[in-house]
């Protein structure tokens, strides 16, 4: 099972591993620090090797990533993995921004379900099941995550299940929430966002997140 050390140090850009195995356009790593898309948020962008990763996927809790064709590359061979930092860094931003949002929103509206997200890097967007525009109340959600990521408190993650590999974050009064992202050490390295209301079909309601930079 490749060990997946974007949990242990998510700042990390480069790593040198071997490759564990091979068959065709796909390889796995003995050790990883490239995240495949997981829980909405989009996999990372880099190369293993001198060869770009085209596609990195979860197989049950394994990671496979897809090379082009004839890489050449078998069982053993010592590789070097660089991931694009300044796409992860924008992804964490944007993960924890959603995540701070969301747990804004379930707490001011009882009953409201999140039906889909996803996160990537120039953007983040929840969907809910919920009757009503959430024009009214985003100005109130601005505010307050505002001051959540003004406080720059420390965000804590770790394992709550390693066997599993269950993992949680929290912000200690803030909340605790079940998640296998990679997330930042301080909700003040959000920075300033911007919130949006789409109405994406009856009954369904939508919140795009930005970074003001």
């Known amino acids: 099972m490749t060990r997946k050390l974007f949990w242990d140090d998510p700042y990390r850009t480069s790593l040198d591993t071997r490759i564990a195995a091979a068959d065709g356009d796909e390889v796995t790593l003995e050790a990883t620090i490239f995240y495949a898309l997981s829980g909405g948020q989009e996999s990372d962008a880099g190369t293993i090797g001198r ?3 085209l596609e990195a996927r979860k197989d049950g809790r394994e990671i496979r990533y897809r090379l082009a064709p004839g890489h050449g590359l078998a069982a053993g061979d010592a590789v070097s993995v660089a991931i694009d930092w300044g796409r992860r860094y924008r992804l964490m931003r944007l993960h924890f921004a959603a ?3 969301l747990e804004l929103v379930m707490h001011r509206l009882p009953g409201i379900h999140k039906v889909g997200a996803h996160i990537a890097a120039d953007k983040a967007r929840i969907d809910f099941a919920w009757g009503e525009p959430l024009t009214p109340l985003l100005s109130e959600f601005a505010e307050q995550a505002m001051r959540v990521i003004a406080a720059d ?6 394992f ?8 949680f974050w929290e912000i200690p009064g803030f909340a605790r929430v079940p998640c296998g992202g990679t997330h930042l050490r301080r909700t003040g390295e959000i920075g300033a966002l911007t919130l949006k209301r789409r109405n994406t079909g009856k009954g369904k309601e939508r919140i795009e997140i930005a970074l003001a930079d």
């Open 51 to 53: 060869f770009d990763v």
């Open 153 to 158: 408190t420390p965000i804590v993650s770790g």
């Open 160 to 167: 709550s299940d390693e066997a599993a590999e269950r993992r």
């Open 99 to 101: 995540e701070i949002v």
